[in-house]
């Protein structure tokens, strides 16, 4: 059993290269199956999401290995389409697998993807698109299978701009003869990434970031050699660590405009940030300002994966914010959390309530990756001692998240012990 022991209450200073972005190297991974050869992808988070999507293209027959940041993926070898429920559980984005498969060999049979409990999370936009294009698919209950006898370019229009539905109908279109226009796609960065990475294998490929995205698919795809865009959310978790404890930090690596709706957010509450285009300085001075009403959405709103960062560095502060979460049904799980270390924080359906008030260490337990890193945002700002569990959670999408932020002169260590942490699951 591990957990963080966080000393709080003392300014950060420091300096943090931002990691390659989970949510761009997942779908990168699935994407390589549609090139037969080495795939070399470079920036690539060493995280245990990643670690299981290595282990799906291996399960698949193909060959994937990592020295330090660079993975490489071999499908010449590919010989399967089954993804057992053990590997699928183990995250949400093993079901961009399906589109992948579908597109390079027409046939996938897999269980149900897993992922953070942040609500339903049904996958009928997912398979929608299958369908449109062309496929077969059947709900077998606790089997999902997916053929197709030859995709076909089509018209799709999602009714939610999600961000795994377009991503696996980008990928399943490059199997599709002719042309797929996929309308009111989802517009985040991460989509552009994937559009770049198709490109760079030479898919043809248009529109991505602009809600419209067309595909001229059936084209023969070869391996490419790609640097993963850098992680948008975890520099706004380093953000949001600096606004907590205040302080200086600076970090490198990171895309600025990736991250406007949290930038300009945090300069309501107080923050000051100066930015070059691969560069960010915030200083802080607390405590910070209650922002008002913050309302999460799709790109370009307030992403809700930084909703619990900027809770969490706002909960310490003073004045009051209304969030209003509009994308999971249960994404304030950390509430608990946060109020076991004193903060005002009430939860009415999908708003929280929030008063500004210093914070007091506390024993408290990640239900979920965000709501995770979300409490040790709220322990460096808390006057004291604070032991967080949970860490599987947190290690899904951060390399080391201590390394990190002790790089910005946080008082952070993993501990390893036989007795456990409290929930703090609301
Ligand atoms: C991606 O999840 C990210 N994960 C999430 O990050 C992120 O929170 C989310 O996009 C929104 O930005 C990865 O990229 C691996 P969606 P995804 O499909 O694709 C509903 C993190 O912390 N929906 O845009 O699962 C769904 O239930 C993670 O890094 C359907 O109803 O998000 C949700 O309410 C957490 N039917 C909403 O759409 C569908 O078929 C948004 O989901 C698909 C989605």
Same mark, same amino acid.
């Given at each position: 059993?591990?957990?963080?022991?966080?000393?709080?209450?003392?300014?950060?200073?420091?300096? &943090?290269?931002?990691?390659? $972005?989970?949510?761009?190297?997942?779908?990168?991974?699935?994407?390589?199956?549609?090139?037969?050869?080495?795939? &070399? !992808?470079?920036?690539?988070?060493?995280?245990?999401?990643?670690? $299981?999507?290595?282990?799906?293209?291996?399960?698949?027959?193909?060959?994937? =290995?990592?020295?330090?940041?660079?993975?490489?993926?071999?499908?010449?070898?590919?010989? =399967?389409?089954?993804?057992?429920?053990?590997?699928?559980?183990?995250?949400?984005?093993?079901?961009?697998?399906?589109?992948? @498969?579908?597109?390079?060999?027409?046939?996938?049979?897999?269980? #149900?993807?897993?992922?953070?409990?942040?609500?339903?999370?049904?996958?009928? %936009?997912?398979?929608?698109?299958?369908?449109? !294009?062309?496929?077969?698919?059947?709900?077998?209950?606790?089997?999902?299978?997916?053929?197709?006898?030859?995709?076909?370019?089509?018209?799709?229009?999602?009714?939610?701009?999600?961000?795994?539905?377009?991503?696996?109908?980008? @990928?399943?279109?490059?199997?599709?003869?002719?042309?797929?226009?996929?309308?009111?796609?989802?517009?985040?960065?991460?989509?552009?990434?994937?559009?770049?990475?198709?490109?760079?294998?030479?898919?043809?490929?248009?529109?991505? +970031?602009? +809600?419209?995205?067309?595909?001229?698919?059936?084209?023969?795809?070869?391996?490419?050699?790609?640097?993963?865009?850098?992680?948008?959310? $975890?520099?706004?978790?380093?953000?949001?660590?600096?606004?907590?404890?205040?302080?200086?930090?600076? @970090?490198?690596?990171?895309?600025?405009?990736? @991250?406007?709706? &949290?930038?300009?957010? %945090?300069?309501?509450?107080?923050?000051?940030?100066?930015?070059?285009?691969?560069?960010?300085?915030?200083?802080?001075?607390?405590?910070?300002?209650?922002?008002?009403?913050?309302?999460?959405?799709? #790109?370009?709103?307030?992403?809700?994966?930084?909703?619990?960062? !900027?809770?969490?560095?706002?909960?310490?502060?003073?004045?009051?914010?209304?969030? &209003?979460?509009?994308?999971?049904?249960?994404?304030?799980?950390?509430?608990?959390?946060?109020?076991?270390?004193?903060?005002?924080?009430?939860?009415?359906?999908?708003?929280?309530?929030?008063?500004?008030?210093?914070?007091?260490?506390?024993?408290?337990?990640?239900?979920?990756?965000?709501?995770? $890193?979300?409490?040790?945002?709220?322990?460096?700002?808390?006057?004291?001692?604070?032991?967080? =569990?949970?860490?599987?959670?947190?290690?899904?999408?951060?390399?080391?998240?201590?390394?990190?932020?002790?790089?910005?002169?946080?008082?952070?260590?993993?501990?390893?012990?036989?007795? =456990?942490?409290?929930?703090?699951?609301?």
């Amino acid at each position: 059993m591990e957990y963080f022991r966080v000393e709080g209450g003392r300014p950060l200073e420091g300096t &943090v290269r931002v990691q390659g $972005a989970k949510n761009s190297a997942l779908p990168l991974l699935a994407a390589t199956l549609l090139a037969r050869g080495e795939t &070399v !992808l470079r920036n690539c988070p060493e995280l245990t999401d990643v670690a $299981a999507a290595l282990d799906i293209l291996a399960c698949l027959g193909c060959r994937a =290995g990592r020295e330090g940041d660079t993975v490489r993926v071999d499908t010449s070898t590919l010989s =399967g389409c089954v993804i057992p429920d053990g590997l699928m559980g183990r995250m949400r984005a093993s079901v961009l697998f399906l589109g992948a @498969l579908l597109a390079r060999i027409g046939e996938a049979h897999t269980g #149900w993807p897993g992922g953070c409990a942040l609500g339903a999370r049904p996958i009928d %936009l997912h398979l929608g698109a299958f369908r449109t !294009l062309g496929a077969l698919v059947l709900d077998r209950g606790s089997l999902l299978s997916c053929e197709s006898a030859g995709l076909r370019g089509r018209m799709l229009c999602l009714p939610f701009p999600s961000v795994g539905a377009t991503e696996n109908a980008m @990928l399943c279109a490059c199997g599709a003869r002719g042309v797929t226009v996929i309308r009111n796609a989802a517009r985040e960065p991460e989509i552009v990434d994937l559009q770049n990475f198709l490109r760079s294998m030479g898919a043809e490929v248009h529109g991505a +970031g602009s +809600g419209r995205i067309l595909i001229r698919g059936g084209k023969p795809l070869h391996p490419t050699d790609y640097t993963v865009m850098p992680d948008r959310i $975890a520099a706004a978790t380093f953000l949001c660590a600096v606004a907590s404890a205040g302080g200086e930090g600076e @970090l490198t690596g990171v895309c600025s405009r990736d @991250l406007i709706p &949290v930038l300009a957010s %945090l300069e309501t509450a107080g923050c000051a940030i100066s930015k070059e285009a691969d560069r960010l300085v915030i200083r802080v001075k607390r405590p910070l300002r209650g922002i008002g009403r913050l309302t999460t959405g799709p #790109w370009p709103a307030f992403p809700t994966d930084a909703q619990p960062l !900027l809770a969490a560095a706002l909960a310490g502060g003073e004045g009051t914010t209304e969030i &209003v979460e509009t994308v999971f049904e249960r994404r304030f799980r950390y509430a608990g959390g946060l109020r076991a270390m004193g903060a005002d924080l009430r939860v009415a359906g999908d708003t929280a309530y929030l008063s500004g008030r210093p914070l007091r260490g506390a024993e408290v337990k990640a239900a979920d990756l965000r709501g995770g $890193a979300a409490l040790t945002i709220a322990a460096l700002g808390a006057e004291g001692e604070s032991r967080i =569990g949970g860490l599987d959670h947190i290690d899904r999408g951060y390399r080391g998240l201590e390394k990190d932020l002790s790089a910005l002169g946080a008082s952070i260590r993993r501990i390893r012990s036989t007795s =456990g942490t409290k929930s703090s699951d609301t």
